[in-house]
């Protein structure tokens, strides 16, 4: 069964303070992987999209790499604009192009 | 204008009512899709339409229905509400490249 696993849960950090976001995933095969942001009230906002392992996306504080098992989202010297549900999708090869979700980290930048 | 809009923002309504939840998009896509959101369950996908004529259900489209009157339009509805699809709803289209979703309906059942 196709299965995405984000950790941690929440995560809180002062300003400046560099970390890193997990983003485990089991997928028959793997067409994409997609990095979301998500406002309170808000519909997800798209980062990133990544297709292969080894393959590395970068906007400004953030970057975004993928292994054959996971992605890590970093986040450099974050500000407190950067707090927000940060999602992670996967989409399994195949035609139905549907993304499954993981349930999402929940990032706090303290000033 | 929003690429997805979807209305209404929020909603609440009572057990046993039907509601439909509409949603257009201006992104010129043919694909569209209609999630739920709760708390500590992430996104899950209800329907999921390619084109006008092909409608499909996702994991949990029981006590939905979904119609796509247009290209631009696919709207869900509850024939009958109950308190446990009590959720947030975004629409979605997609291309080959993304998705783009919409600001999503918080609906109510009471």
């Known amino acids: 069964e196709d299965q995405v696993t984000q950790s941690p849960e929440a995560l809180r950090l002062q300003e400046g303070e560099s970390s890193s976001l997990n983003c485990s995933y089991t997928v028959s095969g793997l067409r994409g992987l997609f990095w979301y942001r998500q406002d309170p009230g808000k519909g997800p906002e798209f980062l990133f999209t990544l297709y292969s392992a080894g393959e590395e996306k970068e906007k400004e504080r953030l970057k975004a790499t993928l292994t054959k098992k996971e992605s890590f989202l970093h986040i450099t010297a974050p500000k407190p604009e950067d707090s927000a549900t940060y999602l992670c999708a996967v989409q399994a090869l195949g035609a139905t192009n549907k993304l499954i979700f993981g349930t999402g980290t929940l990032l706090a930048v303290q000033p | 204008d929003a690429d997805v809009t979807q209305t209404p923002r929020n909603r609440i309504t009572k057990t046993g009512k039907r509601i439909m939840l509409e949603c257009s998009q201006t992104k010129g896509h043919d694909r569209m899709y209609w999630y739920r959101q709760d708390p500590g369950l992430g996104l899950r996908l209800i329907y999921y339409s390619f084109d006008v004529k092909d409608i499909n259900k996702g994991e949990i489209s029981d006590g939905y229905s979904v119609s796509r009157q247009a290209q631009a339009k696919f709207s869900l509805s509850l024939e009958s509400a109950i308190p446990n699809q009590t959720a947030l709803y975004f629409c979605?289209?997609?291309?080959?490249?993304?998705?783009?979703f919409g600001s999503g309906t918080r609906l109510t059942v009471v």
């Open positions: 979605a289209t997609s291309d080959a490249v993304g998705y783009t």
